[in-house]
């Protein structure tokens, strides 16, 4: 992961965590006057308690992901763009989610020696929900997606190959492996219907001899569903 990519995931990280500090700490003040803060010590008074979510509901939806690695983190000389585009499902029950994603990569640009690259995951989803305001319109998730995942890489040698009829391919990589993804989603529901989130997560291959392609992924994601 080079510096631009941990700086966005960084930046995202600490705007979320500023955002659930200032909606913390507005739940804490009762009231304030011109010397101070005023305290009602009657029977009515009651300390505000900062909001927690209390949402229960399914989801299912699309996610749009770009990762920070692509063909050249196999052999130097493949190329592209991989953009991973999945599904996701999730239920809720006062703040904990259980689910599963999958997804596979959609190469653009890849470059002349670049015949074929694929890669693609599924796993199951388990997190927790934050809500970050009193209306719950905005949400922190924090989850960890365990599963597993497959890659294969294909490059072109006509420089190996005897007559132009035909291009000799060769396969760089072919393997399946373990995966963990933690990952964190800033989500907004302009309804109880919809979600919208803007995603940071980190793909970390376990086994397999895949472990080099480690990768930063930022992502969109559109959930529909019901909440209660």
């Known amino acids: 992961m080079n510096r631009t990519h941990l700086a966005l995931l960084v930046t995202l990280l600490f705007s979320a965590l500023h955002v659930g500090l200032r909606a913390q700490s507005s739940g804490d003040s009762v009231g304030s006057g011109r010397f101070g803060y005023l305290r009602q ?6 300390p505000r308690v900062p909001p927690r979510t209390s949402r229960a509901g399914a989801y299912i939806g699309l996610t749009v992901d770009y990762m920070s690695l692509g063909p050249s983190a196999v052999a130097p000389d493949l190329g592209g763009t991989p953009v991973l585009i999945g ?4 239920l809720l029950l006062n703040g904990l989610m259980v689910g599963g994603a999958g997804g596979s ?5 890849a470059n002349p020696a670049t015949y074929q690259f694929t890669y693609s995951y599924a796993g199951v989803l388990l997190g927790y929900e934050f809500s970050l305001s009193e209306g719950r319109n905005f949400y922190l998730q924090s989850s960890v997606l365990v599963g597993g995942g497959g890659l294969t890489a294909i490059r072109r ?5 005897v007559t132009a009829a035909g291009t000799i391919l060769e396969e760089v990589r072919n393997q399946n492996y373990f995966l963990l993804r933690p990952q964190v989603v800033m989500a907004y529901m302009p309804s109880p219907i919809a979600s919208l989130g803007v995603s940071a997560g980190y793909v970390v291959p376990v086994g397999g001899g895949s472990t080099d392609f480690k990768s930063l992924t930022i992502g969109l994601r559109l959930m529909l569903g019901f909440s209660l």
Do not use: Q, T
């Open 41 to 46: 010590d009657g029977p009515s008074a009651s």
């Open 87 to 90: 599904e996701e499902g999730l």
């Open 105 to 109: 990569a959609h190469l653009y640009n």
């Open 157 to 161: 040698r006509p420089e190996l190959s």
